[in-house]
């Protein structure tokens, strides 16, 4: 009887336990008890941990900003960008937002631009214009105020922002890379190629003709580059010769690696974009109907350049509103209608007046100068004399660059020459095919060029003669200015006859 008492209490005690069990395996996961929470807490950290790493702030900016095809816009600021100059507005940021204002389908690009700022007023600025913004750490840097051109801190901060960027594609992200000098006039993605072979199109000062060319100078203030691969392994290339290239500015790194071959070695296919579309102070587009944006190369100081782009949007306004520039179309169907001078940029170089104390062209003012020996009043426009000073300058710098075309081409038929008789020498000694191959190739590319020269030199001395024409009909026919643009064109057009331009 004991025993069978004793039995029953043992099943009776394994019941319960076993039905405990079940009660934990299915209920335990659901109870709010502190006991089965901690359990509950541990699991699901681990789980997670497996699963996904936690975002960081650069992963949830650029997420806000991509579009669908995990393609973004970046721009990089610091202070002196987005504070006026001498506290005269606009900042280069005003003028940067500004551009897509008035740009043609560009204000909702707007929702895709990831300002990057290197120092803390340039994340406020940012915040406060409601854009989207991410605050770059620069440990040991002060990156706030201007760095002008080739200054050793100017080279720093460039090659700060080619790591940034190297970090966006490593996250798998497509980017445009804009300067905030550059004005977005129209949508660019209108003119960039959407095809995926093609790894990166990036801007030049002056396009040689030939989109595929490695002879066409890069400027790495607007390029547009796809994340894979061989876009990585350049940008790793290009920062890793940062201490190899002291006094060298990133972007004559990365054209001094194109130059030696580092395309053809990692296989991407490069469009060089074409100045027409995609210009810059360095080189004018021709055409305000296709122009995309306008880049304040060529210039030294943000100051100059501020000056300049106002001009640049000024003369934008102004061809918008003479209904999209029908009315300065010629018969050919080609535009008339002309940029101002870059006149603040031009005199950047020269270090000595500031720019933004260059003559502006204002509404005609109207001076009075009293001659009390006749008892004469001279009346003066003060427009007409501003606008003499400028074309001058303007017609020094065209004559300037009518000389800078003219040594090009020289330079260009000494290459052909001396291509040529590379090419003839290595026929006549036999050399493999597949090198003389590769030889032709390059002197086919090098006798390219200088067609291409002419043209832009053709252009170039039209220009010339028409700023000098405007200067004689405003009665001024003499100076050095004038004297050595009548001499320039007297050589060119004699070169043009002995070349067939």
Known sequence: MDCTNKNICNLTILSLLVASIIYLCVFGLSTSKPFFSIQNVHTCSQSNSSQSVPKDELEVALEEVSMADRTVIVAIVNKAYVEPQDDRY???LDL?????????????????????????????????R???????????????????????????????????????????????????????LRNPFARLSRNSKEDLQISTDFFRGNPWSKNNPINTGFYYI?????TIALFDKWYAMKDSSKG??????????????????????????????????????????????????????????????????????????????????????????????????ANSWRGGQNARSLPSFQPSVLHYHFNFTGFRVLLIDLSLARFSMATLRNLKIKTATCKRIVKELHSYEREVEREAAKTADMKEKGA??????????????????????????????????????????????????????????????????????
């Open 90 to 92: 606009p900042s280069m």
């Open 96 to 128: 940067f937002l500004e551009s897509f204002w008035l740009g043609e389908d560009t204000r909702s690009l707007l929702d895709h631009l990831l300002v990057v700022a290197v120092d803390q007023t340039a994340y406020d600025r940012c915040k406060f």
């Open 130 to 184: 409601g854009l989207h913004c991410y605050k770059l750490v620069t440990e040991s840097v002060d990156f706030t105020g201007e760095k002008l051109f080739m200054s050793e801190d100017f080279i720093k901060m460039m090659w700060r922002r080619t790591l940034f960027l190297l970090d966006l594609l490593k996250r798998d992200y497509n980017f445009i890379f804009t300067d905030t000098d550059v004005m977005w």
């Open 226 to 230: 796809r994340s894979n691969n061989k």
């Open 248 to 345: 060298m500015k990133e972007q004559d790194v990365l054209a001094s690696l194109i130059k030696k071959g580092v395309l053809g070695q990692l296989g991407l296919k490069v469009r060089f974009l074409d100045t027409l579309y995609f210009s810059g102070f360095c080189s004018d587009s021709k055409d305000m109907k296709v122009v995309t944006t306008v880049h304040a190369n060529c210039c030294r100081s943000i100051s100059a350049k501020v000056v300049d782009l106002m001009t640049v949007l000024r003369d934008w306004k102004r061809f918008k509103g003479s209904m999209a520039g029908e009315e300065m179309a010629n018969a050919n169907g080609t535009q008339s209608f002309q940029w101002s001078g870059h006149i603040a940029c």
């Open 432 to 501: 493999d095919p597949y090198d003389l191959k590769q030889q032709e190739n390059v002197l086919a590319e090098s006798r390219m060029m200088i067609p291409d020269c002419r043209k832009r030199l053709e252009a170039s001395l039209a220009d010339l003669k028409g700023t000098l024409a405007e200067l004689e009909e405003s009665n001024q026919k003499e100076g050095p200015e004038i004297d050595e643009a009548q001499s320039t064109i007297a050589d060119v057009e004699k070169l043009c006859q002995t070349t067939d331009v």
